[in-house]
Every structure is written in structure tokens, then in C-alpha cells.
């Protein structure tokens, strides 16, 4: 995507070897595949994985848009055609059109291209890349015929539109299927945060009957990209709808007969994406009551009185629900949460059972339909156990991605591992697991603060092969989110440190120390290490991290609201989205760190959300009253 694409990292140089990428790209692959099919075998040991969830969202073309019952069904919309060049979106997408009724049909060659009734080009990636699969595939030309004779209907996504303009300075400099004029780039502004990642608002530059009902209600869409194209008198006629972010508007959606395509995802836009896709591919027929929807989930606009105006416009700060994911010790997978990262319940020490609040895939779908911007599920002895073990996690994705149509973030076990057979894989073939089963980012938390040691022992630098860049090259900087784990380190003086330090207000040292830092710890805060989250940060952002999970142990689970001091330390420190998470009691305590911290991106809570204490939506309105921009 863009933005994917948009962080690029790729070369051209590292696309001309398509020789060797391709064989890579095999056995990642093949690698894939074999996660995969243990996740299924593993799966059918666990007995809480197969949730009633499963069974209602397993049948995914039937959908009830007017609320939130995915009971009855849809008539069958008709095939379409969706081109899978291994783009990171290809199963959302898929989802989104099952849901909507639509039969997809897989295509992978230029004859099938040719042959598609409606066609819908994804894309997830590096435009360099992108184009370089589509070139040795001779894809080029059959998708360039098939909008040039524009007699059937094509819905370019993300990486799909960049790629129909002239080229990108992506990549190094790269042409694109030439069909639309202008070249795409990076975005600039000063000091904006890039990736462009959230929920933003498009104005709608022409008549468009596909973007109109979604405009008129308010409702955001979602981007992810760090690369946009711009309007120009040249492409003038094709741009229906621009998004402002950076120094200018860019191009949010391009229409012109029966091509549209949009810059943000309409497949991870909830069901006000689903709607703009329905739209289109059914010609303005679509079925999908979007106010029947508004009214019967989270945000029904008449509601909620207090919304400003201000809170209307730009891009949204983010609430993210999280789960903590991990087998009890019966076996089961559950979603459980600590107490400053301690799970087990509380008065029968260390035997005390893993707190079990809830099962996975049905919690996330009730915090989607509860409105959350994102959902994040966090296997939290990924540490230690090999990501095979925890292979239930990828079914967990596949499911949940069925039926949450928001981005969906998967963290735990990232990392290179060796299999009890001695075979090999790499962090690449594990996120590429995951990615395959329905994640839109992978979070990296023990693996990162390794990383980052070793990027400031090699004088800052690093040597190409970490998790961190090895994920951002292939997948794009924004799939790839670094979840800091610190914990507060009191110093008399801030010389005895290396790490950075702040003078705090917040909370003095046990023996009235006013000075911290913020120590990263491994394996789930079992094991401190000497660098700090600000240290971490800078580091991982060069290594081309997109975004930044910054948890806290002293406060999870507390109640008192975020570490206000911890986020300013690192969203200072760092031009990518910051998450501030751990430590959410209070719908003010998001609005509260948004003010503190401007910044800051996005806030996560867990515990309140878990146990019913606070909706999303008593946050957002929190939010929206005090004038922030919110998705509601
Ligand atoms: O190290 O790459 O295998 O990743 C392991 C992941 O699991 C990391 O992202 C790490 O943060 C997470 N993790 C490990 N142990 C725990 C634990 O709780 N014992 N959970 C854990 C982290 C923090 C947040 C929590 C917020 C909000 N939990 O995810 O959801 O603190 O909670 P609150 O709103 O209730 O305060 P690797």
C-alpha cells in the first residue's frame, strides 16, 4: 500500500533481483503453508479456539448489514475477480467480498484478467516490488487493456491505485501501469507522522455515487500509507475525492466510469468500507443499510449530542482494544490480562489459575462492533513457546478476520525459531504466517530490543537480516509495530544511566528518587535489559518500524490512566504513530493523553474494555466532547 508502500525500503536494485526473490518468496511460501496447516492441527487439540465464533462467522457470505447479527444471508452477488499477486491485503479483501455476497474467484494469470467480469486489484507492498511481480507474471499489459477498454467494472485498493498512475519515487524511482497521469511520493510536511495510519475523512471532489452516502454520514475511512498521489490539471477528471494529511490534499479515490479506486481500504473501513465496495461493484444497487447499521452499533451519530465539530475533521486519534492471548493451564486459549503483566489470579500465588476472560475471536468481533479503530491480539508467551505451539493463534486470525472488517495487529514469538526437527524458520516466514491469515501488522517485542543492541554495538547501523527490517522490506514499514515493554528505572542522578532520562512529577523512586528512565524488558517483562523505550524507539524507527506499541508494566492493569511522561518521552523521539497503552481506567484518561501528548497517535486498554467497566464508545465520546478528532 502505499504504505506500505510506501515505506519502502525496497530498491530498485533489490528488485532486479527477482531471480533470487522469487525463489525466497517460494520458500517463504512453502514455509507458510506448513505453519498453517500445524495451526489447523494444532487447533483441533484446543478446545477454546473452536468458539461458537468460529461457527457463526465460518459462513462468511452471509451477512446482515442492519445489525449486529451475522445471521441471515445475502443472495448470491455474482462473482468477481480478485487478483491475487501476492499482495499483503489479498484475504481481507477476499473477506469483505464474502461478506457482501460477492462469489470470489481467485485469479492469478493474464488470461484470467482478460476474462474477469468485475476485477479488483489489491495491494499491500512496495510499488517497486508490486510492479516487478506483475511484470514477470505479463500482467502489465492485460491489466492495462482491461481499463483501457473500461467496459467492466475495476476497483483498484491502496497499492492498486498508486500503481494505475505514471510511477512513484518509491523504490527508487519506478514506473507504474501508466494509465493515470502523475507520479506518486512521499509524503512531506513538518514534523507530520508518517506512515499516514487511521481513520481519516475524504471530500469528494465530483459526483460520486459510490463515496456519497458514506460522506454525508461522516464516516471515516481507513488509510496506511506513507506515499500519495497528487491532484494535477492533468488528472484532474479522475480524482473523485481528495484526503487531507501533510503539506497538500492527496488523492483519496479516482473514478472515471467503471475504474474506481481508493488510496484507503475499503476492506478495513468497517461497514462503511464494505458499503463503498458494494456500492461500486453493484453498481449503486447496494443493500447495505448504512444508517439501519449506525443506529444498531456504536455510532449512531443522532446519540451522541456532544459531538464537536472539530472532532469531525482529520485524521482520528485511535482506540485500539487488545487482547492478551495465551493457553490456560487446562490447555485452552484464552484472552486473559495481568495485573503490571501478572495473569494469575490473585491470592493463590504462583499456582493461581491464568485469568480467562473471554475467547478470542468473539471478543474481537464484539469490540469491532463496539466501534473500536483497531483490534490487537498479543500472544503473550510467544516468548517462549515457538510460534507451532502457538499455531491456534493463526486459526484465531483467520477467524476473526472474517467478520472484524478493522485492521487487525498480531504480536507474540516474532522471531527466527528452529523447530523440534531441526528446521528453520525465519521472523519473515512467521509474520508471513501470520499476514497470510488475515493480520494487517505484526508486533515484535522480545526479538526488537535485541535488535535495537545490537543496531548501537554496529555504531548504529544495521546488517539487513533482523526481523525489523527484514518485515518492513517485504510487507512495508506500517505492517511492522515494535511493542515496548518498560518498566521504570529510579536514578539519584542521571549520570549513573547511559539511557535517557526525565526528571518525573509523576511518581517519585522508592527512596525519593526524581529521576527515571524507562528500562525495555524481554520475555514479558521477565528480564530487564540497559537500553531504555527512547532508545529503542529511535532505533527501531531507523531499522523502518512504522509504529510504535508503547505498553508500561508499572501501570497495566491500574487503572490511573497512561504514563504521560513515558509517551511524550517517545513520541518526541520518533516521526512514526505512537501507541500509548497500559494503564486505562477511565473514558477521560484517552482523552486526557491526547491532550497531554499531541503526538500521540493512538491509545490501547484492555482490562476496562474486558470487564465491561467502559465501552469504546464512552471513550470516543470523552474524546469527541473535548474536540478531538474521532471516529464515532
Ligand atoms: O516478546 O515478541 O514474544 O511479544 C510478546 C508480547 O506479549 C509483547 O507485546 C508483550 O507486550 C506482551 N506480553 C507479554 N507478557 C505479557 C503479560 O501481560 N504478562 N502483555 C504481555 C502485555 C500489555 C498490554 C495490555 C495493556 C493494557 N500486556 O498488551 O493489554 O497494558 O492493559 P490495561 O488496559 O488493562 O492496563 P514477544
Keep these: ?166 510511477g512513484s519515487e518509491e523504490s527508487g524511482g519506478c514506473e507504474g501501469l501508466g494509465l493515470i497521469p502523475g507520479t506518486v511520493q512521499k509524503f512531506t510536511g513538518n514534523d507530520l507522522i508518517v506512515p499516514h495510519i487511521g481513520w481519516n475523512v475524504n471530500e469528494i471532489m465530483k459526483e460520486d455515487q459510490y463515496l456519497l452516502d458514506v460522506n454525508e454520514k461522516s464516516q471515516r475511512v481507513y488509510f496506511v500509507h506513507s506515499y500519495r498521489a497528487l491532484p494535477n490539471a492533468m488528472n484532474k477528471d479522475w ?9 497538500e490534499p492527496f488523492i483519496a479515490a479516482v473514478q472515471k466510469g467503471n475504474v474506481m479506486a481508493t488510496q484507503f481500504h475499503p476492506e478495513k473501513s468497517g461497514f462503511a468500507g464494505l458499503k463503498i465496495f458494494d456500492q461500486f461493484l453493484s453498481k449503486g444497487e447496494s443493500d447495505i443499510d448504512l444508517t439501519a447499521w449506525m443506529n444498531n452499533n456504536h455510532n449512531n451519530n443522532n446519540k451522541n449530542k456532544n459531538i464537536t465539530e472539530s472532532s469531525k475533521k482529520g485524521l482520528a486519534k485511535r482506540v485500539i482494544a487488545c487482547l492478551d492471548v495465551r493457553s490456560n493451564d487446562a490447555g485452552d486459549l484464552v484472552v486473559t490480562k495481568g495485573d503490571s503483566y501478572d495473569v494469575r489470579e490473585k491470592g493463590k500465588g504462583e499456582s493461581g489459575d491464568v485469568r480467562n476472560l473471554g475467547k478470542p475471536v468473539e471478543l474481537a468481533k464484539k469490540y469491532f462492533d463496539m466501534g473500536a479503530d483497531e483490534v490487537s ?27 472484524v472488517f478493522v485492521p487487525l495487529t498480531v504480536g507474540g514469538g516474532i522471531r527466527d525459531f528452529t523447530d523440534s526437527n531441526g528446521k528453520h524458520y525465519s521472523s519473515l516466514e512467521v509474520a508471513s504466517a501470520y499476514f497470510a491469515s488475515g493480520a494487517d501488522k505484526v508486533s515484535i517485542g522480545s526479538d526488537a530490543v535485541e535488535v535495537a543492541e545490537k543496531f548501537y554495538k554496529n555504531k548504529e547501523k544495521g546488517d539487513g537480516t533482523s526481523s525489523i527490517e527484514t518485515i518492513s522490506n517485504r510487507y512495508g514499514s506500517q505492517a511492522v509495530v515494535i511493542s515496548i515493554d518498560p518498566r521504570r528505572k529510579y536514578e539519584s542522578d542521571p549520570k549513573n544511566t547511559k539511557n535517557k532520562c526525565i526528571e518525573t512529577k509523576r511518581k517519585l523512586g522508592p527512596n525519593g528518587e526524581k529521576y527515571c528512565w524507562f528500562q525495555c524488558t524481554i520475555k514479558g517483562g521477565r528480564e530487564g535489559r540497559d537500553i531504555g523505550a527512547y532508545e529503542l524507539a529511535i532505533a527501531m524507527e531507523k531499522l523502518g518500524a512504522g509504529e510504535i506499541l508503547l505498553n508500561c508494566i508499572d501501570e497495566d492493569g491500574q487503572g490511573n490512566g497512561f504514563d ?12 512514526i504513530p505512537v501507541i500509548a497503552s497500559s494503564g486505562a481506567g477511565h473514558p477521560r484518561h484517552f482523552s486526557e493523553v491526547f491532550a497531554a501528548v499531541p503526538a500521540c497517535s493512538a491509545a490501547l486498554a484492555a482490562g476496562i474494555f474486558h470487564r465491561d467497566e467502559v465501552t469504546v464508545l464512552e471513550c470516543k465520546e470523552d474524546m469527541a466532547k473535548n474536540g478531538l478528532p474521532t471516529r464515532i
Excluded: W
Excluded at 480524482?239 to 503539506?247: F, L, N, P
Design 1 to 166: 500500500m502505499s504504505t506500505n508502500t510506501s515505506v519502502s525500503y525496497h530498491t530498485h536494485a533489490v528488485l532486479t533481483k527477482s531471480t533470487a526473490d522469487d525463489r525466497r518468496r517460494t520458500s517463504i511460501s512453502a514455509n507458510t503453508r506448513a505453519l498453517v496447516i500445524n495451526s489447523r492441527q494444532e487447533l483441533k487439540r484446543t478446545t477454546t479456539a473452536k468458539t461458537s465464533s468460529s461457527s457463526n462467522s465460518s459462513n462468511s457470505s452471509s451477512s446482515s448489514y442492519g445489525n449486529n447479527n451475522d445471521t441471515n444471508t445475502t443472495s448470491n452477488k455474482g462473482e468477481v475477480s480478485l487478483l491475487d499477486y501476492g499482495a499483503g491485503n489479498v484475504r481481507s479483501v477476499r473477506n469483505a467480498l464474502q461478506k457482501l455476497g460477492y462469489e470470489v474467484k481467485d485469479i492469478k494469470s493474464a488470461k484470467e484478467v482478460l476474462l474477469a467480469k468485475r476485477l479488483v486489484f489489491p495491494g499491500v507492498g512496495a510499488y517497486g516490488s508490486a510492479m516487478d511481480i506483475l511484470r514477470e507474471r505479463a500482467l502489465i499489459e492485460p491489466l492495462r487493456e482491461y481499463v483501457l477498454n473500461g467496459n467492466r467494472p475495476f476497483m483498484g485498493v491502496c497499492l492498486g491505485l498508486q500503481l494505475l498512475f505514471d
Design 239 to 247: 480524482v473523485s475525492a481528495t484526503c487531507d494529511y501533510g503539506s
Design 377 to 403: 491480539f498479543l500472544n503473550i508467551t510467544g516468548y517462549r513457546d515457538t510460534p507451532l505451539k502457538d499455531a491456534p493463534m493463526i486459526e484465531v486470525l483467520k477467524l476473526a478476520s472474517e467478520t
Design 564 to 575: 504521560h511522561e513515558l509517551v511524550k518521552m517517545v513520541a518526541d523521539a520518533v516521526k
